[in-house]
Each structure stands twice: as structure tokens, then as C-alpha cells.
């Protein structure tokens, strides 16, 4: 399905907060998008993403995915999607490989545990954080903060461009020197732009989705943390279910959400998972049934104009996912909620996962809000120190802070906790 013609090579699409000198360069026949792709790719904070927890700790094992695989592989769905309805592949892959930049330690943890630690300094919100390390904290070049992405990447991360759980879409310096810029609206300031999410946004968003209730499956069925038969006991049927109304109240057709309905998609996942002969699904069978559905889920979207746009914008569009697809995508995800992430193995290191956050964030403060010249502070890069001296309060010094603690790694956090709070000598020259 082609969409009504827009313009997504326009000036307003493609224009860069910066002036760009890789824009027509000689001999580079990318397109802008291509461009961009490259520049997350090549980013520091898109490598860091390979030592982050997507539902597994990384390093755990050799085959779980962590948050740089489940980038990529969000990436290829958000492409294949919108290529099959003549949106720029490349714009939906340089999205989706970003959406995730912002992410803590630990997953989703770590992002609770550093909300919490923010809270009177305006919160953290990993896509928010996202946006601040595209335009503000990830080096590219001298001449400019950020890698200096185009608009339409921008706008195509943004998941909650009205924010979210009573936290501001962008933090409140970011929105107060890019909001205007952002939505085109030349030399205008706004605090906190409230905007529809373009139709690239919603095409990432849905991949995510997808990605994230399969693969993350996937990974509990590979490491026996799961049994597909398992799935079919009434105990498991009842907190599926109840996990779905919990967390999906915003689909439509809620009625449809009962014991019955969820019944029946689970006994549809175990018979096809099951090979009437192994005890467990095989490598290859999972890969094979989690396939199907991925190409069963990107193919039934469909896209259709928004009345209260004009043609000429990136919020004219709506992507449609038929009701029953997104119940059954809402109920894959709510096996991996409920029976991984709740599980006491992972329960504990998501105790773990938050004390370290907690305790670095609060040791760092400390230091960061005393003298900057006194050794105590010296627990702080030096990069971080010289950023301290240009903040003005205590808000912006806190910012600082989580901007650091973010950008860890799970064992960047995890050896830096031990060495700040454990009784247990290690090399100082030893890297964090």
C-alpha cells in the first residue's frame, strides 16, 4: 500500500539543527537518512548498547539478545514495514536503531531506579534521554553538540511527544532550545511541545512492539527459563490474562480480553512450538514459529490519512494494526512480563540492577554538589568535573550526574558500585 504522496526529501524533512558539510559532499550518493543511519551506527552510545540488558543481563550467555541486537532487529522490521507501504526504509531504519540510545543500565530497572533518583530534578525517561544524546551529549564533530541528525530522525524517535506517566516529553532545557526547531516552527519556543507522533514514529513504535514480545520470548524458551506446555496450566492462562488487562488498557476492543480469548492464543503458541516429540522446542523450531509471526504482524498494518492533519506533514498519516493483532501481540508480551521478568531468578538481579543504580547516583551527587577541586570529587571523570563547574544549581548538576550514570554500561555500573562500596582492593588502573 502506497501512502498519499509526501515530500519525504522536503527542506523542512531533512534539515539539520547545524549546518552539515557531509551535505552534498562529492562521491556520497547516500540520502540524508542514509546519513544518519551511519551516524548512529558509528556512535559511542550505540556501541555502549552491546553491554546493556535488554531482558537478560549481558553477558550472560552468548545467544541472548541485549539492547544492540534488539536495535538492529527492530530496525529490519521498522524497514520492512515501511517499505511495504512506500515510506523511506531508510528513515524507519535510522529511527529505530536510535530509539533506544537512552536506555540505562540494567533495561527497564535501571531506567525506574534513576527516575526515582531524579525525581526532584525533573525525572528521567529513556526516550527523552534518547533526544539528549542525539543533539546534545554524543560527540561528532567540534563544531557542534550532538550528530546533528535531521528532523524527520528526530521526530521519528520521539514515542511520547506529549510525555509520558507525568514526566515532559524532552527535559526542560532540550525542549526550551530545540522545541521550536523541532516542529518547524522557525525561532518559536516551546516549553513543551505537544504534537502527534509522525508516521515514521508509529512504524518504529509498532516494530518495537513486535521485536520486544517475540524475541524476548524467544530468548526464555533458549534458555529454558520457559516451557511452551507450561502456557497451557489454568494458573498461567489467569495472570496472562490479568497482565494484559494491566498493561494494555489502551487497546481497542478491551472486552475481548478475557480468559477464553487468551486461552485460545496460548494453546495456538504451544501447538506450534510443540513437535509432538521433544520436550523442549528445538533452536530451530522457535526461530521458525517466531517468524511467522513477525511476517504475520508487519504485513497486517495498513495506513490511512489523519483527518486533522494537511497532506504536507509527518503527522498525516496513522498506521493501522487490526484490534486483534495488537491483543495478541499485547498477550506475547504479557507471557515475558509475567512469567520472565517476574520470575524470582531475574527478580533478584532486578534488586540488584536498582541498588547499584541508587547507590552511584547518590554517591556521585554527593560529590558533584561539593568542591569540585576537593578529592572527594575526583570519583567523577574529569570530562563530567568540567561540566560541573559551567552548571548553574543543583538541578543541572544533577542532570550531569544521570547523564553519567546513564551512559554506563551494565558492568561499567557494576565494577564502578564495587569499587566505590565494596571492602574488596582491585587495580586503580584497571579500566571502569
Known amino acids: 500500500m502506497t501512502p498519499p504522496a509526501f515530500d519525504w526529501f522536503s527542506p523542512a524533512q531533512t534539515a539539520r539543527r547545524y549546518p552539515s558539510e557531509a551535505t552534498g559532499a562529492e562521491g556520497d550518493l547516500r540520502d540524508p537518512y542514509e546519513r544518519d543511519r551511519a551516524r548512529i551506527i558509528h556512535s ?28 538492529m532487529e527492530v530496525a529490519q522490521i521498522a524497514r520492512a514495514i515501511a517499505s511495504n507501504h512506500g515510506l523511506p526504509g531508510s528513515l524507519a531504519e535510522a529511527a529505530a536503531l536510535a530509539h533506544d ?30 533526544y539528549r544524546i542525539l543533539t546534545r551529549l ?39 532550545d530545540d522545541g521550536g526547531w523541532l516542529y518547524g516552527e522557525a525561532g518559536a519556543v516551546t516549553p513543551q511541545p505537544v504534537q502527534p507522533r509522525s508516521i515514521i514514529c508509529q ?11 517475540l524475541h524476548d520470548l524467544e530468548d526464555g524458551l533458549s534458555a529454558r527459563l520457559l516451557n511452551h506446555r507450561a502456557l497451557l496450566s489454568g494458573e498461567v492462562i489467569a495472570r496472562v490474562t490479568a497482565r494484559v488487562r494491566l498493561s494494555a488498557a489502551h487497546l481497542p476492543g478491551g472486552a475481548a480480553m478475557d480468559e477464553a480469548t487468551v486461552r485460545e492464543l496460548l494453546q495456538g503458541l504451544a501447538a506450534r512450538l510443540d513437535d509432538g516429540y521433544s520436550l523442549t522446542p528445538g533452536t530451530a523450531r522457535v526461530r521458525e514459529v517466531m517468524g511467522g509471526y513477525v511476517r504475520r504482524f508487519v504485513t497486517a498494518t495498513g495506513i490511512e490519512r489523519s483527518p486533522a492533519h494537511g497532506s504536507e506533514s509527518a503527522f498525516a498519516f496513522t498506521l493501522l494494526v487490526p484490534a486483534a493483532v495488537q491483543l495478541e501481540c499485547a498477550v506475547l508480551k504479557a507471557i515475558t512480563q509475567e512469567l520472565i521478568l517476574r520470575d524470582q531468578r531475574t527478580g533478584v538481579y532486578a534488586r540488584q540492577a536498582v541498588r547499584i543504580i541508587s547507590d552511584l547516583f547518590h554517591a556521585l551527587m554527593e560529590a558533584a554538589m561539593s568542591d569540585l577541586d576537593d578529592i572527594q570529587a575526583a570519583i567523577l571523570p574529569y570530562e563530567t568535573r568540567a561540566a560541573l563547574r559551567e552548571a548553574s544549581g543543583e538541578a543541572a548538576r544533577a542532570r550531569l550526574v544521570c547523564d553519567f550514570v546513564s551512559g554506563m554500561t551494565d558492568a561499567q555500573a557494576s565494577q564502578y558500585h564495587e569499587r566505590l562500596f565494596s571492602a574488596r582492593q582491585s587495580s586503580p588502573f584497571a579500566p571502569l
Open 101 to 130: 540510545l537512552g536506555h540505562p543500565p540494567f533495561g527497564h530497572n535501571g531506567e525506574d531506579a534513576l527516575n526515582a533518583c531524579m525525581a526532584p530534578y525533573g525525572g528521567f525517561e529513556g526516550n527523552a534521554q534518547t
Open 203 to 213: 512504524v518504529m513504535d509498532w516494530a518495537d512492539d513486535v521485536a520486544y514480545s
Open 138 to 176: 554524543e560527540p561528532l564533530t567540534t563544531r557542534h553538540p550532538g550528530v546533528n541528525v535531521t528532523r524527520a530522525t528526530l521526530q521519528g524517535i520521539l514515542k511520547y511527544p506529549g510525555g509520558k506517566a507525568g514526566h515532559p516529553a524532552l527535559y526542560a532545557d532540550d525542549a526550551h
Open 44 to 71: 559511542g552510545a550505540f556501541r555502549r548498547l552491546q553491554g546493556k540488558s535488554q531482558i537478560f543481563a549481558a553477558g550472560w550467555s552468548g545467544y541472548l539478545r541485549t539492547r544492540v541486537t534488539h536495535a
